[in-house]
Protein backbone atom coordinates (compact mmCIF):
# COMPACT_ATOMS: atom_id res chain seq x y z
CA UNK A 1 0.00 0.00 0.00
CA UNK A 2 1.28 3.45 -0.78
CA UNK A 3 2.09 6.12 1.91
CA UNK A 4 2.77 8.80 -0.40
CA UNK A 5 2.44 8.83 -4.46
CA UNK A 6 4.07 11.66 -6.62
CA UNK A 7 2.78 12.84 -10.18
CA UNK A 8 5.38 14.35 -12.22
CA UNK A 9 8.67 14.19 -14.50
CA UNK A 10 11.73 12.47 -13.33
CA UNK A 11 15.08 11.90 -13.94
CA UNK A 12 17.49 9.38 -12.85
CA UNK A 13 20.83 7.99 -13.95
CA UNK A 14 20.19 4.41 -15.86
CA UNK A 15 24.10 3.38 -16.26
CA UNK A 16 27.36 5.29 -16.32
CA UNK A 17 26.65 6.67 -19.62
CA UNK A 18 22.88 7.32 -19.52
CA UNK A 19 20.31 9.34 -18.33
CA UNK A 20 16.73 8.31 -18.04
CA UNK A 21 13.53 10.70 -18.64
CA UNK A 22 9.87 9.83 -17.81
CA UNK A 23 7.32 12.55 -18.10
CA UNK A 24 4.20 12.53 -16.02
CA UNK A 25 4.74 9.50 -14.51
CA UNK A 26 3.92 8.54 -10.80
CA UNK A 27 6.30 7.14 -8.32
CA UNK A 28 4.56 5.14 -5.35
CA UNK A 29 6.13 5.17 -1.68
CA UNK A 30 5.30 2.92 1.23
CA UNK A 31 5.49 3.87 4.80
CA UNK A 32 9.03 1.99 4.85
CA UNK A 33 10.08 5.47 2.44
CA UNK A 34 11.09 2.51 -0.27
CA UNK A 35 9.99 3.30 -3.94
CA UNK A 36 7.18 0.26 -4.70
CA UNK A 37 6.76 1.21 -7.97
CA UNK A 38 6.12 3.41 -11.02
CA UNK A 39 3.63 3.81 -13.21
CA UNK A 40 3.30 5.17 -16.79
CA UNK A 41 0.17 6.99 -17.94
CA UNK A 42 -0.82 3.72 -20.25
CA UNK A 43 -0.51 1.47 -17.00
CA UNK A 44 -3.98 0.20 -16.57
CA UNK A 45 -4.35 1.15 -12.91
CA UNK A 46 -2.08 4.84 -13.39
CA UNK A 47 -6.07 6.78 -13.43
CA UNK A 48 -6.93 4.75 -10.29
CA UNK A 49 -3.64 5.27 -7.91
CA UNK A 50 -3.83 9.18 -9.29
CA UNK A 51 -7.43 9.54 -7.84
CA UNK A 52 -6.97 7.46 -4.82
CA UNK A 53 -3.91 9.26 -3.54
CA UNK A 54 -5.44 13.03 -4.45
CA UNK A 55 -8.82 12.19 -2.88
CA UNK A 56 -6.66 10.69 0.11
CA UNK A 57 -4.25 13.61 -0.03
CA UNK A 58 -1.38 11.40 -0.14
CA UNK A 59 -0.28 13.29 -3.51
CA UNK A 60 2.01 15.42 -4.12
CA UNK A 61 1.67 17.09 -7.78
CA UNK A 62 4.86 18.73 -9.32
CA UNK A 63 3.78 21.99 -10.80
CA UNK A 64 4.36 21.96 -15.11
CA UNK A 65 8.21 23.82 -14.70
CA UNK A 66 9.26 21.00 -11.77
CA UNK A 67 11.61 18.17 -11.79
CA UNK A 68 12.47 15.28 -9.90
CA UNK A 69 15.86 14.11 -9.28
CA UNK A 70 17.26 11.90 -6.88
CA UNK A 71 19.18 13.46 -4.10
CA UNK A 72 23.19 13.81 -4.47
CA UNK A 73 25.86 12.01 -2.57
CA UNK A 74 28.49 13.62 -0.80
CA UNK A 75 31.30 11.56 -0.73
CA UNK A 76 33.77 13.49 1.14
CA UNK A 77 33.01 17.11 3.18
CA UNK A 78 34.75 18.53 6.00
CA UNK A 79 31.91 19.48 8.34
CA UNK A 80 33.96 21.63 10.55
CA UNK A 81 35.79 23.84 7.91
CA UNK A 82 31.91 24.97 7.12
CA UNK A 83 32.69 28.48 8.43
CA UNK A 84 35.60 29.01 6.09
CA UNK A 85 34.38 27.86 3.01
CA UNK A 86 35.24 30.39 0.23
CA UNK A 87 38.46 31.49 1.96
CA UNK A 88 42.02 31.64 1.41
CA UNK A 89 42.17 29.40 -1.83
CA UNK A 90 44.63 31.16 -2.77
CA UNK A 91 47.45 29.51 -0.06
CA UNK A 92 49.20 26.63 -0.76
CA UNK A 93 48.09 23.37 1.16
CA UNK A 94 50.35 23.27 3.82
CA UNK A 95 49.73 26.77 4.36
CA UNK A 96 45.87 26.54 4.34
CA UNK A 97 45.81 23.59 6.83
CA UNK A 98 48.14 25.64 9.03
CA UNK A 99 47.02 29.15 9.09
CA UNK A 100 42.90 28.63 8.63
CA UNK A 101 41.63 24.91 9.07
CA UNK A 102 43.84 23.70 12.07
CA UNK A 103 43.00 26.52 13.70
CA UNK A 104 39.28 26.23 12.67
CA UNK A 105 39.43 22.76 13.59
CA UNK A 106 40.93 23.51 16.83
CA UNK A 107 37.29 25.42 18.39
CA UNK A 108 35.29 22.45 17.76
CA UNK A 109 36.53 21.73 21.54
CA UNK A 110 33.78 23.67 22.36
CA UNK A 111 30.78 21.44 21.51
CA UNK A 112 28.35 25.01 21.74
CA UNK A 113 30.51 26.39 18.85
CA UNK A 114 29.92 22.80 16.98
CA UNK A 115 26.10 22.86 17.70
CA UNK A 116 25.86 26.21 16.18
CA UNK A 117 28.05 25.03 13.00
CA UNK A 118 26.78 21.75 12.41
CA UNK A 119 22.77 22.67 12.55
CA UNK A 120 23.83 25.29 9.90
CA UNK A 121 26.12 22.80 8.04
CA UNK A 122 23.52 19.64 7.83
CA UNK A 123 20.61 22.47 6.69
CA UNK A 124 23.02 23.83 4.01
CA UNK A 125 23.64 20.74 2.73
CA UNK A 126 20.11 19.09 2.76
CA UNK A 127 19.28 22.75 1.14
CA UNK A 128 21.39 22.04 -1.90
CA UNK A 129 19.42 18.72 -3.24
CA UNK A 130 22.39 16.56 -0.90
CA UNK A 131 20.61 13.47 0.92
CA UNK A 132 23.57 11.86 2.14
CA UNK A 133 27.22 12.53 2.93
CA UNK A 134 30.28 11.19 4.09
CA UNK A 135 31.48 13.62 6.17
CA UNK A 136 35.01 14.62 8.79
CA UNK A 137 34.61 15.42 11.98
CA UNK A 138 37.54 17.34 14.25
CA UNK A 139 39.28 14.87 17.11
CA UNK A 140 37.11 16.11 19.45
CA UNK A 141 34.42 12.96 20.45
CA UNK A 142 31.54 15.50 21.69
CA UNK A 143 31.25 17.44 18.86
CA UNK A 144 31.61 14.50 16.39
CA UNK A 145 28.40 12.82 18.41
CA UNK A 146 26.92 16.36 17.85
CA UNK A 147 27.42 16.07 14.21
CA UNK A 148 25.97 13.23 13.86
CA UNK A 149 22.84 13.96 15.96
CA UNK A 150 22.40 17.00 13.62
CA UNK A 151 21.91 14.53 11.29
CA UNK A 152 20.32 12.48 12.95
CA UNK A 153 17.41 15.21 14.03
CA UNK A 154 17.46 17.26 10.02
CA UNK A 155 17.01 13.79 8.69
CA UNK A 156 20.52 13.73 6.41
CA UNK A 157 21.75 10.32 5.88
CA UNK A 158 25.33 10.23 7.53
CA UNK A 159 28.82 9.10 7.34
CA UNK A 160 30.83 10.40 10.19
CA UNK A 161 34.29 10.01 10.83
CA UNK A 162 36.32 11.18 14.33
CA UNK A 163 39.73 12.50 12.57
CA UNK A 164 42.82 10.78 13.81
CA UNK A 165 46.57 13.17 13.45
CA UNK A 166 48.42 12.08 16.15
CA UNK A 167 52.15 12.98 14.54
CA UNK A 168 53.93 15.43 16.08
CA UNK A 169 55.98 16.52 12.98
CA UNK A 170 52.75 17.56 10.93
CA UNK A 171 50.12 18.98 13.40
CA UNK A 172 50.07 21.63 15.64
CA UNK A 173 50.81 21.00 18.94
CA UNK A 174 46.70 23.05 19.91
CA UNK A 175 45.16 20.39 17.65
CA UNK A 176 46.95 17.07 17.62
CA UNK A 177 46.03 13.36 19.53
CA UNK A 178 47.89 13.36 22.77
CA UNK A 179 49.20 10.24 21.20
CA UNK A 180 48.16 6.98 19.20
CA UNK A 181 46.65 5.24 21.93
CA UNK A 182 44.07 8.03 23.58
CA UNK A 183 43.48 8.64 19.30
CA UNK A 184 42.56 4.98 19.08
CA UNK A 185 40.70 5.13 22.30
CA UNK A 186 38.27 8.18 21.32
CA UNK A 187 37.83 6.31 18.16
CA UNK A 188 35.91 3.35 19.57
CA UNK A 189 34.50 5.62 22.66
CA UNK A 190 32.87 7.50 19.46
CA UNK A 191 32.03 3.82 17.20
CA UNK A 192 30.02 2.92 20.19
CA UNK A 193 27.90 6.38 20.79
CA UNK A 194 27.52 6.21 17.55
CA UNK A 195 26.15 2.70 17.53
CA UNK A 196 23.52 3.87 20.26
CA UNK A 197 22.58 6.71 18.46
CA UNK A 198 21.93 4.40 15.46
CA UNK A 199 20.18 1.91 17.64
CA UNK A 200 17.17 5.08 18.85
CA UNK A 201 16.73 5.74 14.70
CA UNK A 202 15.54 4.45 11.71
CA UNK A 203 17.73 6.92 9.33
CA UNK A 204 21.39 6.21 8.01
CA UNK A 205 24.18 7.24 10.79
CA UNK A 206 27.10 5.22 10.52
CA UNK A 207 30.65 6.12 12.35
CA UNK A 208 33.59 6.16 9.60
CA UNK A 209 37.59 5.42 10.78
CA UNK A 210 39.60 8.61 9.73
CA UNK A 211 43.28 8.94 9.48
CA UNK A 212 43.14 12.41 8.94
CA UNK A 213 45.93 11.76 6.12
CA UNK A 214 49.19 9.84 6.38
CA UNK A 215 51.15 13.02 7.23
CA UNK A 216 49.50 13.21 9.97
CA UNK A 217 49.12 9.63 11.79
CA UNK A 218 52.31 7.82 13.38
CA UNK A 219 52.59 3.98 12.15
CA UNK A 220 50.93 2.82 15.44
CA UNK A 221 47.64 4.85 14.89
CA UNK A 222 47.55 3.59 11.37
CA UNK A 223 47.63 0.14 12.71
CA UNK A 224 45.23 0.48 15.39
CA UNK A 225 43.07 2.66 12.45
CA UNK A 226 43.16 -0.66 10.34
CA UNK A 227 42.30 -3.33 13.15
CA UNK A 228 39.43 -0.92 14.43
CA UNK A 229 37.61 -1.11 10.81
CA UNK A 230 38.45 -4.90 10.79
CA UNK A 231 37.19 -5.93 13.77
CA UNK A 232 33.79 -3.00 13.62
CA UNK A 233 33.84 -4.10 9.84
CA UNK A 234 33.26 -0.07 9.33
CA UNK A 235 34.15 2.37 6.37
CA UNK A 236 36.95 4.46 6.07
CA UNK A 237 37.77 7.55 4.94
CA UNK A 238 40.91 9.53 4.15
CA UNK A 239 43.09 11.90 1.62
CA UNK A 240 45.27 10.02 -0.96
CA UNK A 241 47.42 11.39 -2.99
CA UNK A 242 46.30 14.79 -3.38
CA UNK A 243 48.91 16.72 -4.28
CA UNK A 244 52.50 16.59 -5.06
CA UNK A 245 53.52 17.08 -1.71
CA UNK A 246 51.31 14.78 -0.02
CA UNK A 247 52.22 11.90 -2.31
CA UNK A 248 55.47 13.33 -2.28
CA UNK A 249 55.51 12.60 1.59
CA UNK A 250 54.38 9.54 1.47
CA UNK A 251 57.61 8.30 -0.76
CA UNK A 252 59.84 10.61 1.48
CA UNK A 253 58.79 8.68 4.91
CA UNK A 254 58.23 5.14 4.10
CA UNK A 255 60.19 5.11 0.58
CA UNK A 256 56.71 3.98 -1.09
CA UNK A 257 53.15 5.39 -1.87
CA UNK A 258 50.86 6.66 0.02
CA UNK A 259 48.65 3.41 -1.41
CA UNK A 260 50.76 1.65 -0.74
CA UNK A 261 50.88 2.84 2.47
CA UNK A 262 47.51 2.72 3.19
CA UNK A 263 47.61 -0.81 1.94
CA UNK A 264 50.14 -2.07 4.16
CA UNK A 265 47.82 -0.89 7.22
CA UNK A 266 44.39 -2.37 5.96
CA UNK A 267 42.10 0.67 5.06
CA UNK A 268 41.90 -0.18 1.55
CA UNK A 269 38.49 -2.41 1.24
CA UNK A 270 35.63 -2.05 -0.20
CA UNK A 271 34.06 0.32 2.29
CA UNK A 272 36.80 2.77 2.17
CA UNK A 273 36.35 6.29 0.36
CA UNK A 274 40.17 8.26 -0.70
CA UNK A 275 39.44 11.69 -1.91
CA UNK A 276 41.47 13.50 -4.83
CA UNK A 277 43.65 10.90 -5.88
CA UNK A 278 45.11 13.40 -8.36
CA UNK A 279 48.61 12.10 -8.36
CA UNK A 280 47.81 8.05 -8.52
CA UNK A 281 49.81 6.18 -10.79
CA UNK A 282 48.59 3.05 -13.11
CA UNK A 283 49.84 0.44 -10.24
CA UNK A 284 48.04 2.47 -7.35
CA UNK A 285 45.32 2.19 -9.27
CA UNK A 286 45.33 -1.35 -9.63
CA UNK A 287 46.07 -1.57 -6.11
CA UNK A 288 42.54 0.62 -5.51
CA UNK A 289 40.64 -1.68 -8.07
CA UNK A 290 41.36 -4.74 -6.79
CA UNK A 291 40.67 -3.52 -3.05
CA UNK A 292 37.45 -2.15 -4.59
CA UNK A 293 38.23 1.15 -3.15
CA UNK A 294 36.45 4.42 -3.88
CA UNK A 295 38.10 7.86 -5.50
CA UNK A 296 36.03 10.98 -4.33
CA UNK A 297 36.53 13.41 -6.81
CA UNK A 298 36.62 16.46 -5.79
CA UNK A 299 36.48 18.99 -9.06
CA UNK A 300 36.32 22.47 -7.27
CA UNK A 301 39.21 21.20 -4.29
CA UNK A 302 41.27 19.73 -7.03
CA UNK A 303 41.83 23.44 -9.01
CA UNK A 304 43.26 24.81 -5.57
CA UNK A 305 45.16 22.07 -4.46
CA UNK A 306 45.01 19.19 -6.31
CA UNK A 307 48.27 19.84 -8.75
CA UNK A 308 46.66 18.20 -11.41
CA UNK A 309 43.21 17.05 -13.15
CA UNK A 310 42.16 13.31 -12.02
CA UNK A 311 41.43 11.46 -15.27
CA UNK A 312 37.92 10.05 -14.80
CA UNK A 313 37.26 9.04 -18.11
CA UNK A 314 40.14 7.00 -17.59
CA UNK A 315 39.61 5.72 -14.59
CA UNK A 316 35.73 4.50 -15.07
CA UNK A 317 37.15 2.84 -18.11
CA UNK A 318 39.51 1.35 -15.90
CA UNK A 319 36.88 -0.27 -13.81
CA UNK A 320 37.82 2.01 -10.49
CA UNK A 321 35.30 3.25 -8.45
CA UNK A 322 35.51 7.21 -8.58
CA UNK A 323 32.96 9.49 -7.55
CA UNK A 324 31.99 12.75 -6.42
CA UNK A 325 32.62 14.99 -3.17
CA UNK A 326 32.38 18.42 -2.30
CA UNK A 327 35.61 18.71 -0.18
CA UNK A 328 34.01 21.69 2.24
CA UNK A 329 36.26 23.74 2.36
CA UNK A 330 39.11 22.96 -0.31
CA UNK A 331 35.93 23.27 -2.43
CA UNK A 332 34.07 26.89 -1.28
CA UNK A 333 30.43 25.34 -2.68
CA UNK A 334 28.18 22.37 -0.95
CA UNK A 335 26.61 22.22 -4.06
CA UNK A 336 26.91 19.48 -5.99
CA UNK A 337 25.38 20.28 -9.06
CA UNK A 338 28.39 23.46 -8.96
CA UNK A 339 30.65 20.43 -8.75
CA UNK A 340 29.05 18.26 -11.20
CA UNK A 341 29.42 21.05 -13.36
CA UNK A 342 33.30 21.86 -12.54
CA UNK A 343 33.83 18.13 -12.99
CA UNK A 344 33.00 18.29 -16.97
CA UNK A 345 34.91 21.75 -17.41
CA UNK A 346 38.23 20.46 -15.93
CA UNK A 347 37.78 17.10 -17.98
CA UNK A 348 37.37 19.19 -20.99
CA UNK A 349 40.56 21.36 -20.09
CA UNK A 350 42.29 17.98 -19.35
CA UNK A 351 41.50 17.03 -22.56
CA UNK A 352 42.54 20.48 -24.46
CA UNK A 353 45.75 21.16 -22.31
CA UNK A 354 46.34 24.18 -20.84
CA UNK A 355 48.98 26.05 -22.41
CA UNK A 356 48.32 27.65 -25.52
CA UNK A 357 51.84 27.86 -26.38
CA UNK A 358 52.20 24.08 -27.13
CA UNK A 359 51.33 22.78 -30.45
CA UNK A 360 47.85 21.44 -30.32
CA UNK A 361 48.35 18.13 -30.52
CA UNK A 362 50.75 17.78 -27.44
CA UNK A 363 49.04 20.13 -25.39
CA UNK A 364 46.11 17.92 -23.78
CA UNK A 365 45.26 13.80 -22.50
CA UNK A 366 42.87 12.80 -25.48
CA UNK A 367 39.33 11.68 -25.17
CA UNK A 368 39.06 12.43 -21.21
CA UNK A 369 36.36 14.65 -21.11
CA UNK A 370 33.55 13.35 -19.66
CA UNK A 371 29.42 13.77 -20.10
CA UNK A 372 26.96 15.41 -18.04
CA UNK A 373 25.64 11.58 -17.10
CA UNK A 374 28.61 10.30 -16.70
CA UNK A 375 28.57 13.37 -13.60
CA UNK A 376 25.14 12.68 -12.78
CA UNK A 377 25.93 8.90 -12.21
CA UNK A 378 29.13 9.92 -9.94
CA UNK A 379 26.77 11.80 -7.65
CA UNK A 380 23.81 9.20 -7.59
CA UNK A 381 24.06 5.81 -8.49
CA UNK A 382 27.59 5.94 -8.24
CA UNK A 383 28.03 7.40 -4.35
CA UNK A 384 24.91 4.80 -3.58
CA UNK A 385 27.46 2.17 -4.61
CA UNK A 386 30.39 3.31 -2.94
CA UNK A 387 28.17 3.41 0.63
CA UNK A 388 26.18 0.61 -0.39
CA UNK A 389 22.52 2.24 -0.11
CA UNK A 390 19.72 1.33 -1.60
CA UNK A 391 19.40 5.29 -2.90
CA UNK A 392 20.50 7.16 -5.83
CA UNK A 393 18.09 6.02 -8.41
CA UNK A 394 14.20 6.57 -8.79
CA UNK A 395 13.42 3.46 -8.81
CA UNK A 396 11.39 0.27 -7.26
CA UNK A 397 12.91 -1.25 -4.37
CA UNK A 398 15.21 2.28 -3.75
CA UNK A 399 14.76 4.39 -0.17
CA UNK A 400 12.37 7.61 -1.54
CA UNK A 401 15.42 10.34 -1.05
CA UNK A 402 15.11 13.15 -3.96
CA UNK A 403 14.58 16.63 -4.46
CA UNK A 404 12.07 18.48 -6.28
CA UNK A 405 13.60 21.31 -8.26
CA UNK A 406 12.03 24.28 -10.04
CA UNK A 407 13.25 24.74 -13.79
CA UNK A 408 13.80 28.18 -15.37
CA UNK A 409 11.02 29.09 -17.32
CA UNK A 410 11.84 28.53 -21.36
CA UNK A 411 11.92 30.57 -23.68
CA UNK A 412 12.32 27.93 -26.59
CA UNK A 413 11.22 24.94 -27.16
CA UNK A 414 12.67 21.98 -25.17
CA UNK A 415 13.09 18.46 -25.47
CA UNK A 416 13.05 16.14 -22.57
CA UNK A 417 16.85 15.62 -23.03
CA UNK A 418 17.32 19.49 -22.91
CA UNK A 419 15.41 20.32 -19.55
CA UNK A 420 17.48 18.00 -18.04
CA UNK A 421 21.27 19.77 -19.09
CA UNK A 422 19.62 22.98 -18.16
CA UNK A 423 18.50 21.73 -14.95
CA UNK A 424 21.78 20.28 -14.32
CA UNK A 425 23.84 23.68 -15.33
CA UNK A 426 21.20 26.36 -14.25
CA UNK A 427 19.95 24.83 -10.67
CA UNK A 428 21.20 27.08 -7.82
CA UNK A 429 19.98 26.31 -3.99
CA UNK A 430 17.00 29.01 -4.06
CA UNK A 431 15.47 26.32 -7.20
CA UNK A 432 15.35 23.71 -4.47
CA UNK A 433 11.70 23.21 -3.80
CA UNK A 434 11.92 20.43 -1.17
CA UNK A 435 13.79 17.52 -0.33
CA UNK A 436 12.88 14.05 0.93
CA UNK A 437 14.70 11.37 2.70
CA UNK A 438 13.01 8.00 2.48
CA UNK A 439 9.73 9.58 1.57
CA UNK A 440 9.97 12.41 4.34
CA UNK A 441 10.07 15.88 3.63
CA UNK A 442 13.39 17.37 5.06
CA UNK A 443 13.85 20.63 3.49
CA UNK A 444 11.05 23.07 2.28
CA UNK A 445 12.03 26.35 0.15
CA UNK A 446 10.28 29.41 1.98
ZN1 LIG B 1 39.46 16.79 2.32
Not at 195 to 207: D, G, I, M, R
Not at 317 to 337: C, E, H, K
Request: hydrophobic fraction near 40%; include cysteine; glycine fraction near 6%.
Amino acid sequence: MENIVIHGTYFTSKNVNEVEFHEDHLICIDRSGTITRTLSPVDAEYSQILNDARQAGRLIELKPNQYLLPGFIDLHVHAPQWPQAGLALELPLADWLNHYTFPLEAKFADSHYARRVYQDFVHQLLSHGTTTAMMFGTIHNDANVELARQSVTQGLRAFVGQVVMDNPEQTPDYYRNQSSVSALHATEQFIKEIFELAKKTSSTVVPVITPRFVPSCTDEALTGLGQLAKQYDLPVQSHLSESNWEHGYAIKRFGIHDTAVMDHFHLLTEKSVMAHGTQLTSDDLTTLRQRGTTIAHCPISNVYFGNGVLAVKKLLAYGNSVRLGSDISGGYSPSLYHNIRQAIKSSQMLTDGVDSSLATATRGVKDSRITMANAFYLATVGGAKALQLKVGKIAPGFQADFQIVNGHQPLMKLSIADVFQRLMYQTEQQDIQSVYVAGKRVYERE
